[in-house]
């Protein structure tokens, strides 16, 4: 039973009646909107949604190639054997290597915007150019610098007239690492240029002024006025670059390609996680295992993500 209030404001009689919502009635327009908003959930579920399920499912399990009527639990075996593997944890740590080059691409972007927010002359044709590798693909920008490093015909060793295989060197197998972060290191600066110059023109202007009142130096501005004030952007070019990292598959496919011996490069010094999750899976036929070397990147990722994001939430307060 509903309550009928009465209320006199000034000699005017006010009569109120609790509402209730009307019942929600499916029109053709409600239906067709819900079928639309369905299609890319259906679809997610599908390509995405079972593959994640089956993948954890594999972690538990052994299976023949793709057939996952063969699907047999083997209770903790998989992790076992991907954990004794020495190419598991030179993954890891050609992972790391290679995902550290983001802080270099980061202090890179910084320099060059702090730069350009000095507004030197043609400073809007420098920005595009810089941000140009960047959109450019990443097929394209490995297969460009495998060119470079060519160890027949490449355009470094023309420069320093040699004749080193730097992609497949057996003096030193490192320098195909290093071409990987080089190609990285070219490309990556492009989009935290553009973010970090966005970031720097939305500074307040009165906190410089206030700061060379106070006698502050450039330096000091930078440190005390700057690097707050751009904090937030920092923090997201950082979680996205560091994500970029570890996930680094394309430039290390193309640079080094597997061989006859199903190795990532020479000694395997191209082998990222992400790839060697790639080797597993399509080369060995072994899913059950590239799941564990999957899952077990998804952790260290996530991880990572957790910290970066309770630091940056820390700085935002203060």
Request: charged share 15%; aromatic share 16%.
């Amino acid at each position: 039973m509903s309550k009928k209030l009465d209320s006199t404001i000034e000699g005017v009689n006010i009569s109120t009646t609790p509402n209730f919502k009307k019942k929600h009635v499916w029109t053709k327009e409600t239906v067709f909107a819900l079928v639309v908003v369905l299609i890319p959930i259906i679809g997610y579920v599908v390509f995405n949604g079972f593959p994640v399920a089956l993948s954890f499912g594999l972690l538990f399990s052994n299976i023949e190639g793709f057939d996952i009527s063969t699907m047999t639990w083997n209770n903790f075996a998989n992790f076992t054997t991907v954990f004794s593997d020495d190419r598991f944890w030179k993954s890891i740590w050609i992972t790391l290597w290679i995902a550290s080059t983001q802080l270099v691409t980061l202090a890179i972007a910084l320099v060059i915007s702090v730069l350009l927010a000095k507004k030197p002359r043609g400073r809007g044709f420098f920005q595009v150019l810089y941000f140009v590798p960047y959109i450019c693909s990443s097929v394209a920008v490995a297969i460009m610098w495998k060119w470079v490093f060519d160890g027949n015909h490449g355009l470094l060793n023309a420069l320093l007239g040699t004749k080193i295989d730097w992609l497949n060197n057996t003096d030193n197998p490192a320098t195909l690492t290093w071409a990987i972060i080089t190609s990285i290191i070219w490309q990556a600066p492009g989009y935290g240029i553009v973010m970090f110059k966005a970031a720097l023109d939305a500074v307040n202007p009165a906190l410089y002024e206030a700061s060379e009142i106070d006698g502050a130096n450039s330096f000091e501005q930078f440190w005390n006025i700057t690097i707050p004030s751009i904090a937030p952007t920092t923090f997201y070019l950082l979680f996205t670059g560091v994500l970029a990292g570890f996930t680094t598959f394309d430039k290390a496919t193309l640079m080094a390609p597997i061989s006859w011996t199903q190795t990532a490069g020479y000694e395997d010094m191209g082998l990222t996680m992400l790839y060697y999750s790639y080797i597993l899976g399509t080369q060995r036929m072994e899913m059950e295992l590239a799941s564990v070397v999957s899952w077990f990147l998804f952790l260290i990722t996530m991880t990572l993500s957790v910290i970066v994001m309770k630091k940056r939430d820390k700085e935002l307060e203060y």
